[in-house]
């Protein structure tokens, strides 16, 4: 069988100049796929995308040029707790209501958050105080294996004296392994209550950002 070649664009090296392929074209592609550029790039077009055989659209540029990661996951939970919900010392913080997840790496019976692949990961949480007046409320972000073992705290943040509608706002950026276990935990010494069913209060949340 014979094989055929077709392109818009070869340029041989002559005098200095650089060998150039202007674009590659599928067949039933109405636009140009791709372009080698003289500089050593690759360009991709507007409304275009570089996938692999398990996800096609892995990255896509929209018409306007936006780049859309399509597998990066992150998620946001709230809890369920109206009137405070009860978390007991050293455990972790009961976020189970979804408002927004892409990778299903959310496990919302133990609530926390298992890393996908190592990499740079952001986490972030607004926890709204309720009863416990005057006593220390002091929670972390913590990182374990998974056998809930190995545990690393990421970071904490604390009230010594909290009265009711205290805010605690804590956040946190750095490199995680592959399967940690990523959560909210109670380190007050005592049991504490959270006012979790409303954003606007608690909230728990997270993404791989590199």
């Known amino acids: 069988m014979a094989s055929i070649l077709k392109t818009d664009e070869i340029q041989s090296q002559n005098g200095g100049a650089v060998v150039k392929m202007q674009t590659l074209k599928h ?3 109405s636009g140009n796929n791709l372009t080698l ?10 409304g275009g995308n570089i996938g692999s055989a398990s996800d096609p659209d892995a990255i896509s540029i929209s018409s306007s040029g936006y780049v ?9 939970y709230k809890g ?14 009961q976020f189970d209501v979804e408002i927004a997840q892409r990778g299903n790496n959310y496990n919302t019976t133990s609530w926390f958050f298992t890393t ?29 294996n998974t056998s809930n073992a190995d545990e690393v705290t990421l970071t ?9 509608g205290d805010i605690l706002v804590m956040s946190w950026v750095g490199y995680v392994p592959v399967n940690r276990r990523i959560s909210i935990r109670n380190s007050s010494s ?18 791989l950002i590199g």
């Open 27 to 29: 067949p039933s592609a």
């Open 37 to 46: 550029t003289a500089s050593g790039g690759i360009k991709v077009p507007d």
């Open 68 to 76: 859309v990661d399509s597998a990066r996951p992150y998620f946001q």
């Open 80 to 93: 369920a707790g109206a009137n405070g919900e009860t978390i007991t010392d050293g455990s972790r913080a």
């Open 116 to 144: 996908p692949i190592a990499g740079v990961y952001f986490f972030g949480a607004q926890l709204y105080t309720y009863n416990n007046t005057g006593s220390l409320q002091q929670w972390r972000i913590a990182s374990e």
């Open 156 to 164: 904490t943040n604390r009230i010594t004296s909290a009265t009711i």
């Open 190 to 207: 005592g049991n504490r209550n959270l006012y979790m069913d409303n954003v606007a209060h608690s909230q728990w949340y997270g993404a």
